[in-house]
């Protein structure tokens, strides 16, 4: 084969008991008989890799490194992620809230590095990929996935903020679009204790926060998913018309904004390989 062939993905929700603290789970299969590189920007998510396969490179804020399974915490640079022959297993994609209520541990410890599964002190968690073995396919898997991280659930004594959870979906809702200052006076705090707890709880600054969700929206107007509902091809937006629907000044300002979080230009964004 002279490129990545996609083999299988599968998408499916988590149990209800985890709804608001996990996105979603794939399964995922791959090979390429050459070199994929891959570019992979903030997206104001963590994810979980439970890899039936070698170890993938990354290239990012925290180093060079090659785990096998890991935990991607909050990050606001890009990573770039690097793979030759087979790429097999299970991502868990959480909300930094869902991380911190399951984990029950400081989310700056997690804030653009990528530790190894074993390296949480979560045996649950670290011992999955071996426990796969013994499933007969994605659905087993999953399944599993979901008694590990109801049980840390029902086990965490430790629960976001409600003033923290409501400034985190507010930022969430508007894009980021919601300045601090106005997040502080919702909660009724002042704007130091917000960034304090805030940034414990989520792992980034309410600033810097915003500032991945604006990013990650324009990056979603650039390159559309497929249309829902039927077949076709999604109609990626003028650049112009993303920066001004995403409240950046100008173009200017969208290309200065991807250079630092994604480390291209927005048209180099949009031709990159998925």
């Known amino acids: 084969m002279d490129g990545p062939l996609v083999a299988e993905c599968l998408r499916v929700r988590p149990h209800p008991a985890l709804g608001g603290l996990v996105l979603g789970y794939s399964g995922y299969r791959e090979f390429s008989a050459a070199p994929v590189r891959r570019r992979q920007a903030p997206t104001g998510s963590c994810t979980l890799i439970l890899s039936l396969g070698p170890p993938i490179r990354l290239f990012g804020p925290a180093g060079p490194t ?43 410890d997690l804030t653009n590095a990528a530790p190894r599964v074993d390296e949480l002190d979560v045996p649950g968690l670290a011992a999955l990929p071996d426990r796969f073995a013994d499933d007969a396919g994605w659905a087993a898997r999953f399944a599993r996935v979901d008694v590990v991280l109801r049980r840390l659930l029902d086990d965490s004594r430790v629960r976001p903020d409600p003033e923290v959870a409501w400034a985190w979906h507010r930022l969430q809702a508007t894009a980021g679009s919601v300045g601090v200052q106005t997040l502080a006076d919702g909660t009724g705090w002042s704007r130091r204790h917000l960034l304090n707890r805030f940034r414990t709880q989520v792992g980034l600054a309410p600033k810097a926060a915003a500032r991945v969700l604006r990013f990650s929206r324009a990056a979603g107007l650039l390159v559309p998913g497929p249309p829902i509902g039927g077949p076709g091809t999604a109609v990626a937006r003028p650049l112009a018309d993303v920066a001004a629907a995403c409240g950046y000044a100008d173009h200017a300002h969208l290309v200065r904004e991807f250079r630092a979080l994604a480390g291209c230009t927005p048209t180099e964004y949009r031709h990159a390989p998925s």
């Open 66 to 108: 090659a785990p096998g399974s890991f935990l991607a915490g909050m990050h606001d640079a890009a990573v770039v992620t690097e793979f030759r022959g087979v790429q097999h297993g299970v991502q868990v994609d959480l909300t930094p809230l869902g991380v911190f209520t399951l984990l029950g541990r400081p989310m700056p």
